[in-house]
């Protein structure tokens, strides 16, 4: 497949964990050697899965494809909440989870599907009073965050094991996985955190047919061996 990334392509990524959306991004325009690249919906560090990156004159869609449906698979674990309603931050407290019952999981689930009102994470990238919720978090300074209509179509518990919830979701955009995590632990009153996330789809784009960054690389390779003659 021939790209031409400085005139504009759409490329789906297999975001690596730990790696926050704008690593990526980095590592794409400087692998490429393109000037314009952004990415269409950010990923949280501890999540993986796609991350979709416009180039060139495909920069302008962005807020098309962020707009999109989302779908994702995860895991969540009951009786341990954290901070930042994932793993980013160390558990600060426990809780039984003995009389918690599949049938309970199942039917709490299904509570939130639909339009609902959503608090984001203080532990996120939101804006209150100029300044990112997350970098107050980390000062150990409290924020007031105000709820987010959003749409759950579809909130499906696939497995049980022990204290561990997999589940698929899909969404609309401004979704936060790691609030419903914590909102379902706290239904259950159990606690809950999210402990692990991939996104597997936006829109008609799916994961199966990301590229990862040694893909990218690699193009980036071929692209300079045949601009330069060579067969390397």
Not at 138 to 152: F, N, V
Request: net charge neutral; glycine share 8%.
């Amino acid at each position: 497949m021939e790209y031409d990334f400085a005139a504009g392509e759409i490329l789906l990524i297999d975001k690596p964990l730990d790696w926050t959306s704008f690593d990526v991004v980095k590592k794409v325009r400087n692998t490429l050697r393109v000037k314009k690249v952004g990415h269409a919906g950010t990923l949280d560090p501890l999540a993986t899965g796609l991350l979709i990156l416009c180039t060139g004159k495909y920069t302008k869609r962005i807020d098309e494809i962020q707009g999109q449906e989302k779908e994702y698979t995860g895991t969540i674990r009951l009786g341990e909440i954290t901070p930042s309603y994932d793993r980013e931050t160390e558990v600060t407290e426990i809780r039984d989870t003995s009389h918690i019952t599949k049938e309970a999981i199942e039917a709490a689930a299904k509570t939130f599907e639909g339009t609902i009102e959503q608090v984001p994470p203080i532990y996120s990238a939101v804006m209150v009073d100029g300044k990112r919720a997350y970098d107050l978090a980390r000062k150990g300074k409290s924020a007031e965050l105000k709820p987010r209509t959003i749409t759950i179509k579809a909130f499906s518990i696939t497995a049980i094991e022990d204290n561990e919830v997999h589940f698929r979701v899909i969404c609309t955009k401004g979704t936060y996985i790691r609030s419903l995590a914590h909102d379902l632990g706290q239904l259950l009153g159990c606690g809950a955190h999210l402990s692990s996330l991939i996104r597997t789809r936006i829109g008609d784009y799916m994961l199966s047919d990301a590229l990862t960054i040694e893909d990218i690389q690699e193009i980036r390779r071929k692209q300079t061996g045949a601009a330069d003659g060579s067969n390397s």
